[in-house]
Structures are given as structure tokens and as C-alpha cells.
């Protein structure tokens, strides 16, 4: 069964500081891995996309990167800002059908403190 | 705004009533989805229309009920619901099917949060 744990469940930093989330799949077969962005109230707005052969992309203040061998990601944001503060969900793509082929983790929720 | 809009944004009601949850997106996309999002719970998919045609119902309870007269809106009737379907209900659009090939990226709503007493 395919399946997307997401590490820590919930985080609390002081502004500035950095930090990062984990998340650790077992989808196949594997397509592409999205972080996305869920402030309070929102819907997920999607931060990255990884494919197979990426280990490392950017989005401004945010980096993720991709071991397919480990089938692990990680979100990195630097420099934190209070706007940072909503809940972070790693979505895996297997694209080999089934509910339209995505499993989504329970996302990390964060919190930055001033 | 991300192009999708959902309403109403927050909907209180009892057991007994009959309400729908819309959803529109102005950005040409063909395939429309219902997920659900209940507190510490990955997203759970619902419903999947391509080119206004389900292609999914992800064992969904005959209480809810999808309808999506074209392919730039998606309904979501409602009745006789219980308070374990208090949640937030999310609309989203793709380009395609992700089973079609390629990468497209979902695009969401906001959300209706629903609240069944």
C-alpha cells in the first residue's frame, strides 16, 4: 500500500531561524513528489515539484530535495518568516492509476513564533 | 486568488438538511475533484470528473452526492449527513488526468468548512 509519513507533526521556531521537514514515501511507482503550502483557512498551494532525477530545487526562501534511493524529501526554509506559519504536505505521484494516482501525507504543521 | 473559487466558505447544519457546496475555476482546466480534509488526516480524494464525466467515487456515502454540469463547475449535494462528516471539503482543477501522462499539478480552493450538528 502506498504510503507518505511526514516528520514532525507539528514544529514551533523563533523568526528568523531555520528548519526542516521530513517525508518518507513507499509509493511505486514513483512519478514526482510536491511539497505544497496550506495557510489556515486555504486550500494547499503547491511550493515544488520533484521528478526522479531532481535532488535538489528552489523556491525562494525554500528548498527541498530528493533521495529516490532512500525515498525520502525534505523541505528546508531558511530565514523564517511569520507568514511561514500553515501546514506543509508532501503529496506523492505514482501515476499508475488508482484514485488518481496521489498519496498525500498528514502534513507538518508549523508555527513561528515572533 | 488561485483561479478556483469555492462557496460558501463555511456552512453550518443539522442533520436533517439539504445543502450543496460549489465550485467554479476560470482556468480552462478539464479535470475537477472533491477531497476532504478532516483534522490530522492526510486528504481523502471523494470524487473525480473528467471533461464533466466521474471517473472516480472513492467509496464515497450515498449522502453525498457530485454533480458537474460542465467542466468548469463541480457541485457537491449534501444530505442527511452526520457530525463524523464535519470537515473541511476542498475543490480542485487540473490541465488533465494525472493518468493521461505528464505532470499536472492540482490547483485548489480555499475550502468549504462544513460543520454538521
Known amino acids: 500500500k502506498n504510503q507518505v509519513e511526514q516528520s514532525p507533526q507539528s514544529l514551533i521556531i523563533l523568526e528568523g531561524k531555520n528548519c526542516t521537514l521530513q517525508?518518507?514515501?513507499?509509493?511505486?511507482?514513483?512519478?514526482?513528489l510536491r511539497w505544497y503550502k496550506q495557510d489556515t483557512g486555504r486550500g494547499p498551494v503547491s511550493l515544488t515539484i520533484m521528478t526522479f532525477s531532481e535532488n535538489t530545487k528552489s523556491n525562494g526562501r525554500y528548498t527541498a530535495t530528493l533521495d529516490a534511493d532512500t525515498k525520502q524529501s525534505s523541505l528546508h526554509i531558511t530565514a523564517s518568516q511569520l507568514s511561514d506559519s500553515a501546514s506543509y504536505i508532501c503529496?506523492?505521484?505514482?501515476?499508475?492509476?488508482?484514485?488518481?494516482?496521489?498519496?498525500f501525507g498528514k502534513g507538518t504543521h508549523l508555527i513561528i513564533q515572533p | 486568488e488561485t483561479g478556483v473559487t469555492q462557496t460558501p466558505r463555511h456552512l453550518v447544519m443539522g442533520m436533517t438538511n439539504k445543502k450543496s457546496l460549489k465550485c467554479e475555476q476560470h482556468l480552462g482546466h478539464n479535470a475537477m475533484y472533491w477531497y476532504k480534509q478532516s483534522a490530522k488526516k492526510p486528504l481523502e480524494l471523494m470524487f473525480v470528473y473528467n471533461f464533466k464525466e466521474q471517473t472516480e467515487n472513492n467509496s464515497v456515502p450515498s449522502r453525498f452526492s457530485p454533480e458537474c454540469p460542465n467542466s468548469s463547475h463541480l457541485f457537491l449535494h449534501l444530505h442527511t449527513l452526520q457530525p463524523e462528516d464535519s470537515a473541511l471539503y476542498l475543490c480542485a482543477s487540473s490541465q488533465a488526468l494525472l493518468r493521461t501522462g505528464g505532470d499536472y499539478g492540482y490547483t485548489f480552493g480555499s475550502g468549504t468548512r462544513l460543520t454538521v450538528v
Open positions: 517525508c518518507n514515501y513507499t509509493v511505486s511507482p514513483f512519478s514526482n
Open positions: 503529496v506523492v505521484s505514482d501515476s499508475g492509476g488508482g484514485a488518481d494516482g496521489l498519496t
